[in-house]
């Protein structure tokens, strides 16, 4: 099952910056927090992990609350292309089978022009 | 520059019939996944092979079977296809399966099956 909790579906403007909510109330200390979207007709692309720190590459930003038990993806410019479905999802350091990405339904972010 | 190929991209079966989804990676990962989304879901783990040789049950295995032929290639059987099969189709490749701390998945673009 699911580990985390997402809004069904949010909305941005084009060029606003979009904060995407991500509840994980029972995170362990071994899981990181990924994130992947996924565009329409496509298969899910990787957009951003971590453990405890803020993150930050090209495509996104990720804020991890101090108790780790919620984060924040964020993307600084939504554009039409940020359209799409973003999982947020808990994956075990431990590896092995624990470590297998399980997804949730996610959040479908819509953006206007 | 390929990442993760799935083929066929679409493909349409009557029931009870047999067909095999390919898939293979050229990013020398150990690890493959195959996964499957119906409409208006998350996607769903079939089946799992963490390095070459090797092959486990996902939460949805029952009728598929995999074979891991070499490193790079990992397929999918649907012995006699049903209607409840009808999804989309999507091959993952990963690294670190072991310690999967720094490492992402790659997915293909998916295999979209019809089965009347």
């Known amino acids: 099952d699911a580990k985390t909790t997402q809004p069904n579906s949010m909305e941005s403007n084009e060029e606003e910056p979009v904060h995407l909510p991500c509840n994980h109330s029972?995170?362990?200390?071994?899981?990181?927090i990924h994130w992947y979207r996924q565009l329409p007709s496509q298969g899910p692309e990787y957009v951003i992990h971590?453990?405890?720190s803020n993150v930050n590459n090209r495509m996104a930003s990720l804020a991890i609350a101090e108790d780790r038990k919620s984060s924040t993806l964020i993307l600084h410019r939504a554009t039409l292309r940020d359209a799409a479905v973003y999982y947020c999802?808990?994956?075990?350091?431990?590896?092995?089978?624990?470590?297998?990405?399980?997804f949730g339904k996610g959040t479908k972010l819509s953006v206007k022009p | 520059n390929a990442g993760v190929t799935q083929t066929p991209k679409f493909q349409v079966l009557k029931t009870g019939q047999s067909m095999t989804l390919q898939c293979a990676q050229d990013?020398?990962?150990?690890?493959m996944y195959w996964y499957r989304q119906d409409p208006g879901m998350g996607l769903r783990l079939i089946y799992y092979?963490?390095?070459?040789?090797?092959?486990d049950k996902g939460e949805v295995p029952n009728g598929y079977n995999v074979s891991r032929l070499n490193k790079r290639e990992f397929s999918l059987r649907l012995e006699s296809a049903a209607p409840s099969q009808t999804s989309v189709y999507f091959c993952?490749?990963?690294?670190?399966?072991?310690?999967?701390?720094?490492?992402?998945?790659?997915f293909g673009s998916g295999t979209r099956l019809t089965v009347v």
């Open positions: 993952a490749s990963s690294e670190g399966w072991e310690f999967p701390s720094n490492y992402g998945y790659t």
């Open positions: 029972t995170i362990s200390g071994t899981d990181y």
């Open positions: 971590g453990l405890t």
């Open positions: 999802i808990l994956r075990d350091t431990l590896g092995g089978s624990q470590g297998n990405l399980i």
């Open positions: 990013m020398n990962h150990n690890s």
């Open positions: 092979s963490a390095s070459e040789g090797t092959t």
